[in-house]
């Protein structure tokens, strides 16, 4: 990915742990890696194509001074944050921190801290079987996308489905989503448990019935086995109703760990199961 780099912009601002620091202020010193594809302002040598360091530059200076934090740690995740919604083109950013006049009662030239975040693609399924289930679906989709730290790209179409593992319910609508996020995996799903609870399901019956079900199907091309959370979903190779609506938005990526595209593993259970 291209780059845009600002080196050690000077600003005055009200961050540390010490009182006097909030009260008198000190000197800082930013310095930002832009991951930026810059292959469409290098042709056209069209501003808008790009992004405007000068303005960038004025944007996080006042954004650097809105709030007082104790720690640098604070302000660099919260100017990150800031620049990743607030500027469409960059992908990721990484921040680097410098506080000069830190009191340590040593000599030295800096103390400074320095984070990379980006956004991520994630692939959400979706579920219902309670209720009127196209209205759950995008009452879930319009929860989601209500959150700052992830957008909704593409939406599937809806699939009527059979129950599995529990037969005794009403069938299924079945969907999914590409959304993409600055929360990590286990923040992903925390926040996605959270909808569920707000769409009123209740967790009765292993595989039961639910007003809404939300599961992180894909996420970048990560593999993990945490407790929280295990990425790609373990059984989304063994799911029609899974691959048919991830099918839809995203038939060509690969499963990370099969290596096989959506649309292969769609094809091969589909010859002996009907959706």
């Known amino acids: 990915?291209?780059?845009?780099?600002?080196?050690?912009l000077e600003v005055y601002a009200f961050h540390g742990v010490n009182q006097q620091e909030k009260d008198m202020g000190q000197r800082f010193l930013i310095s930002l890696e832009l991951s930026v594809n810059l292959n469409a302002p290098g042709e056209s040598d069209d501003l808008t194509q790009t992004v405007n360091y000068a303005q960038l530059c004025y944007d996080v200076e006042k954004k650097f001074n809105e709030d007082k934090f104790d720690l640098i740690e604070k302000a660099?995740?919260?100017l990150a944050k800031f620049i990743l919604l607030n500027y469409e083109l960059v992908e990721g950013v990484k921040v680097k921190l410098k506080k000069p006049w830190a009191p340590i009662g040593k000599p030295l030239d800096h103390v400074a801290v320095e984070i990379e975040r980006s956004w991520h693609t994630s692939y959400i399924a979706i579920g219902s079987n309670m209720g009127d289930k196209e209205s759950n679906?995008?009452?879930?989709?319009?929860?989601i996308n209500s959150s700052d730290s992830i957008k909704v790209v593409k939406i599937s179409k809806f699939y009527e489905t059979e129950p599995v593992g529990y037969l005794d319910q009403d069938s299924f609508l079945n969907g999914a989503?590409?959304?993409?996020?600055?929360?990590?995996?286990?923040?992903?799903?925390?926040?996605?448990l959270e909808k569920?609870?707000?769409?009123?399901?209740?967790?009765m019956i292993k595989w039961g019935p639910r007003t809404i079900d939300l599961d992180i199907i894909l996420y970048d091309n990560l593999i993990t086995c945490d407790e929280d959370i295990i990425i790609p979903h373990p059984r989304m190779h063994e799911r029609l109703f899974v691959l048919k609506p991830l099918s839809d938005i995203a038939p060509y990526i690969m499963h990370p760990i099969l290596n096989k595209r959506i649309v292969e593993l769609m094809n091969k259970i589909s010859e002996n199961k009907e959706l």
């Open 76 to 78: 660099a995740e919260e």
């Open 137 to 143: 679906l995008n009452s879930a989709i319009e929860l």
């Open 196 to 203: 569920e609870k707000d769409l009123k399901r209740e967790r």
């Open 177 to 192: 989503l590409e959304v993409k996020t600055l929360l990590t995996p286990s923040k992903l799903i925390k926040f996605l």
């Open 1 to 8: 990915m291209d780059k845009i780099y600002v080196k050690d």
